[in-house]
């Protein structure tokens, strides 16, 4: 498709209960990204993809938060034991392989996670 | 650690007054510095990539502009349409951005 979808836009869970975000990236784009938004506009890079192998993860809670982008299936992010503090809107992008400077990250539309 | 800081945190204007926001960083090794607009409720919608000093790039009422340690985005005649959060980020080795906190632009008629 031509834009980013995610699923669902909202999402409600229980503290401890698992929460699991899914993402289509863009026809064509290789990478993929998850980035969570909190308080103030504040991004917090978690994940990024190039295909399905794992680009860099340096922001990911490795206790708690796994993803994957498998061939042919939606990427996902998926909380186990979700917290308090995961409330947030996860947002994915995606962007084309770079022809020697960055290609522009493209978002979705985010999904809004309460943990309550 | 890689850093961007936006000024001013909000903006009111009234239509047709010109201002422009402010984006410094602090990055090793910058590869583009990218401006996006979020509405409410939205995702970043991707407006600019400037990835030398001196570059601008303009559409409609905007216009960015870099130099070496800040950007800039010019908002010429703003109009109500023109109301959002617009965010800068840094994009660095490694494939990842660093995001400023934003600007939040309100235009009254």
């Known amino acids: 498709g031509e834009e980013v979808a995610q699923t669902p836009k909202h999402l409600v869970r229980g503290e401890g209960q698992k929460a699991k975000l899914y993402c289509a990236p863009i026809?064509?784009?290789?990478?993929v990204f998850w980035y969570q938004q909190v308080l103030k506009n504040e991004f917090k890079f978690l994940i990024s993809f190039q295909n399905e192998n794992v680009f860099d993860e340096t922001g990911m809670p490795k206790e708690r938060f796994s993803a994957k982008c498998l061939p042919n299936s939606p990427c996902s992010l998926e909380i186990q034991a979700t917290k308090l503090e995961d409330s947030a809107v996860y947002f994915c992008?995606?962007?084309?392989?770079?022809?020697?400077?960055?290609?522009?990250?493209?978002f979705g539309n985010g999904t809004r996670l309460t943990v309550t | 650690e890689d850093q961007v800081t936006q000024s001013p945190e909000a903006l009111r204007l009234q239509e047709g007054e010109s201002s422009s926001l402010n984006c410094s960083y602090t990055?090793?090794?910058?590869?583009?510095l990218f401006w996006y607009r979020q509405d409410p409720g939205k995702g970043p919608e991707f407006l600019f990539t400037l990835y030398s000093a001196g570059e601008e790039k303009e559409k409609e009422r905007l216009k960015a502009t870099l130099t070496k340690k800040e950007s800039f985005l010019h908002i010429t005649a703003p109009k109500p349409e023109d109301s959002a959060t617009y965010l800068c980020a840094a994009g660095a080795a490694g494939n990842k951005l660093t995001f400023g906190g934003g600007t939040r632009v309100l235009v009254k008629p």
């Open positions: 992008a995606s962007s084309r392989p770079g022809t020697g400077g960055w290609s522009p990250l493209h």
């Open positions: 026809k064509g784009h290789s990478y």
């Open positions: 990055v090793s090794g910058l590869r583009g």
